[in-house]
């Protein structure tokens, strides 16, 4: 089975400095890969996907992420971040052949913006 | 409807109450899945359905789990005799592609189950 892996639980920094998030997965076949972003209160939002192609994607509110193969991750970047960044933010990963159809998350990582 | 909505939003019940948990897809969404989580944890998949065919129950973590969508729309995940270890929230997620490419899923803002 694959698993999705977030290494940072919780992720602290200030107004306008840079955020990368790191995320990491086991399959080793093809995979659609995603970023979903929990604001306080809110349902899970897709922020941005990977399905082929450029490997450089870029999402809404200036986050981008890039999937590099080899290594099996999907970091997600921010070159600036901004207070209304704090939130839940959810790697996820899915087999992109075969029957399944469902996404495989990992556990999160909180991102607080202080002002 | 404009988003995938779920109700109710909390449910408290007694240990081995029976619950049921309903979900209403975006409209036209072919693909409807259920997910689990837990508490400081990310989701983990249930079940997805295609239109009325339940195609996967893997993740069900017991026969206590059973969901239906009988029409194709909406749907409903019913857990019965309920234990203090289901306390989590349930998610719901609806897809329009039938194909793998470009299955993207949408989440309702989910059920928080609390059983004493």
């Known amino acids: 089975a694959q698993s999705v892996s977030q290494h940072n639980h919780h992720v602290i920094l200030s107004e306008a400095a840079s955020l990368e998030l790191g995320c990491n997965y086991s399959?080793?076949?093809?995979?659609?890969l995603f970023w979903y972003v929990q604001y306080p209160g809110q349902h899970l939002q897709l922020l941005l996907k990977y399905f082929s192609g450029d490997p450089l994607v870029k999402g809404i509110k200036g986050f981008e992420a890039e999937f590099i193969k080899s290594k099996f991750s999907f970091n997600l970047r921010k070159p600036s971040v901004q207070w209304s960044d704090t939130a839940e933010y959810f790697c996820a990963v899915k087999i992109a052949s075969g029957s399944a159809r469902q996404l495989t998350f990992g556990s999160g990582t909180q991102l607080t913006v202080l002002p | 409807g404009a988003g995938v909505s779920q109700s109710p939003r909390y449910k408290v019940a007694k240990r081995g109450q029976d619950v049921a948990l309903r979900c209403d897809p975006i409209?036209?969404?072919?693909?409807l899945f259920w997910y689990q989580q837990a508490l400081g944890q990310g989701p983990e998949f249930l079940t997805y359905?295609?239109?009325?065919?339940?195609?996967?129950k893997s993740g069900l973590p017991s026969d206590r789990f059973f969901a239906e969508r009988p029409e194709g729309s909406v749907s409903t995940l019913k857990i019965q005799r309920t234990q203090q270890e289901d306390s989590a929230v349930y998610l719901c997620a609806s897809s329009l592609a039938r194909t793998l490419a470009k299955n993207i899923q949408y989440f309702g803002a989910g059920t928080r189950l609390s059983v004493l």
């Open positions: 359905f295609q239109n009325e065919a339940q195609l996967d």
């Open positions: 409209s036209g969404h072919v693909s």
């Open positions: 399959y080793g076949g093809t995979v659609n």
